[in-house]
């Protein structure tokens, strides 16, 4: 089926031919949809957290921090802005010149509301000869669109969402990345002042970002008094993933095999690369000014809490199981923590051996931990928290996305639909053992829980294969804990117009 040229594709990928057969397999197989158990509601399985819990979940990342543990702030950057814009986009090549939908009109109507705003008044004068309120006043909006989206004005249209001016202050204007700047210092801050900050970053944006970063950062740690040590990687080609034609074989453009971005679920391996005790992950999107920050702050301080909790608890456990000193009674308090501290349950295990329980326990504690943020549902876009059927029989707490559900069956469909909370990738991740061994990450992915989509290259239809995603299968086989936050943590910027709501004023 191949040829040595693309054996010479793979290699230079670095990608294993046993995984491009194993993905072609999964065209025509197909992926299995997940049994949902139940929904996570607070009492089953979201912890909904009291005044004093909070304050003692405050406490511990605090006292955390003290002890000089190395915490990283992990931020997905890499994804291009171009769908913010769609709508803008689709103005420019509309046949009318004046706005006509709602979108349209509520960009322009507060059009100087926008931080970008001064920017591109700039570009419109150099460009056009004229400013924005005087290229309106003559009915040339698309003008002022192309010079936001095009290369000849800002370029918003191929940059990243990390580039973007978000946020208007008085004396100066921040992108989105800056915003993540801010947070890093005021819940991540190790004793001695550190902050670490990663952001994935795409080939053509990592010059940008370094440029903001070294035009930037002096000015944030003198305003926070840290010192600031930013790093950066790029989706690694070796996850990139085979396209194929509607009948399965792979897709070729001029005789050559076509790869695609393997989605987030790839940067797992850039996650497993990350070199912390402790990993915050949050999309570059989700940031407000610093007048809103305060819940944001106080709720990942917590479920940072939470985690450095749970994982005291684990490591005792688990340094207590591979000793071999526990009593028949520690066991039984092992399985009640497994039931109501981590929700995973397995109706076979009141028929094991003592020493087979104990090793079931062993693997069920020692893996990676995440405490995930879950907001009340608000009718947002994306996955929520479900209790799950894994394929060893147990049940877990999962994020599922509605692709991994069965919506053609009413019962499936109907659980889904049921959840109260909803995922606003608020997580914080526990990535070694009691012993201070990082663990393997790809190794507790799921490898049945990827996707396929329906794409098309130059008029050509074709398939594409989503990796599991980084906070749904990618993190299948963690030790997984839902905490209720509050919905002034989560506002994202999908759209352009979404810059106009108050949280981003």
Known sequence: MFTTEDLNLFAEKGIDIRVVEDQLASFKRGFPFLKIASSASVGNGILALDEQQAEHYLDLWEGYLKDGHKVVKFVPASGAASRMFKDLFAFLSADYNEPETDFEKKFFDSINHFAFYADLDAACRKNEGKGIADLMAVGNYKAVVSNLLEDKGLNYGALPKGLLKFHHYTTTDRT???????????????????????????????????????????DYEKRYGVRYNISFSEQKPSTDTIAVDMNNEPFRENGKVLFRPGGHGALIENLNDIDAEVIFVKNIDNVVPDRLKAPTVRYKKIIGGVLVALQAEINRYTAMLKSGKYTIDDLREMIQFLHRKLFVRNEETKNLEDAELALYLLRKFDRPIRVCGMVRNSGEPGGGPFVAYNADGTTSLQILESSQIDMSNPEARKQFESGTHFNPVDLVCAVRNGQGVKYDLPRYVDKNTGFISHKSKNGRELKALELPGLWNGAMSDWNTVFVEVPAETFNPVKTVNDLLRPQHQ
Request: proline share 2%.
């Open 176 to 218: 989105a990345m800056e915003e993540h700047l801010t947070e890093g210092a005021l819940y991540a801050a190790s004793s001695d002042g550190e902050v670490n900050i990663h952001f994935t970053v795409s080939h053509e944006h990592l010059p940008h970002f370094k440029e903001l970063v070294a035009s930037k950062k002096a």
